[in-house]
């Protein structure tokens, strides 16, 4: 079993849909959760961090982490074309710099 | 956050050859860490660069395939040596932030091929 599993996609939505996005790990040690967006032929960008379970909100994006059951989720509100890339979930232990990523799922947004 | 350039963005290679990759920040970093990302896997991490000490690589990783420079706090260098195809892969370097959780940016990659 993997460290993290993510579904790969592709997921495809139409524009304005409420598009959700998941992981799941195995190891309990996992304290810190980010979401990373990637366009095609760019890096990834850091869109959320979170440390604790509960929900964070940052405009038209919400993080959920569960940490007794091992399941993190990314909710895109209000979806826009521009919203299209792949993302990744990744985590890390307390103290470590160490980051275990998601394969990504590659999300499209139709107009 | 800071602004991380990678040179060069992409290229095409022969095998058995050498490639040098380099990283640029715009600002000076304690920790830079080079990845690997393949076609349909995750991010991998290759090493860790810390100015002034040798590269901690990770398993599977060693350092006569990727030999890693970190000459000043604002730069380092990694080379995939000896290039066979399995080597073909986007390689990203990333820096620690100074936020509360040390979170990690990345530059744009570089997209290698190997013939």
């Known amino acids: 079993q993997k460290e993290v599993e993510q579904d790969p996609g592709p997921l495809s939505v139409p524009e304005g849909a409420i598009v959700s996005l998941n992981c799941t790990y195995s190891?309990?040690?996992?304290?810190?959760f980010m979401w990373y967006r990637q366009y095609s032929r760019k890096g990834p960008e850091l869109l959320m961090y979170?440390?604790?379970?509960g929900n964070k909100e940052d405009g038209r994006f919400t993080a959920q982490v569960d940490k007794s059951s091992k399941y993190i989720s990314l909710f895109i509100r209000d979806s826009q074309p521009s919203d299209s890339a792949t993302y990744l979930c990744?985590?890390?232990?307390?103290?470590?710099?160490?980051?275990?990523f998601g394969k990504g799922t590659k999300l499209s947004v139709i107009p | 956050s800071a602004v991380i350039s990678q040179k060069p963005s992409r290229d095409i290679c022969q095998r058995g050859t050498s490639l040098t990759i380099q990283c640029q920040v715009d600002?000076?970093?304690?920790?830079m860490f080079w990845y690997r990302q393949q076609p349909g896997q995750s991010l991998t991490l290759i090493a860790t660069?810390?100015?002034?000490?040798?590269?901690?690589?990770e398993s599977g990783f060693v350092i006569d395939k990727f030999p890693i420079s970190r000459p000043n706090l604002t730069f380092s260098t990694l080379t995939v040596s000896n290039m066979s195809p399995e080597d073909s892969s986007i390689y990203l370097c990333?820096?620690?932030?100074?936020?509360?959780?040390?979170?990690?940016?990345f530059g744009p990659g570089t997209r290698l091929t190997v013939l």
């Open positions: 990744a985590m890390k232990q307390a103290g470590s710099y160490q980051l275990t």
């Open positions: 600002s000076q970093v304690t920790m």
């Open positions: 979170t440390y604790s379970s």
């Open positions: 660069a810390n100015q002034g000490s040798e590269a901690t690589y």
């Open positions: 190891n309990s040690a996992f304290q810190y």
């Open positions: 990333s820096v620690e932030g100074t936020g509360s959780y040390n979170e990690q940016f």
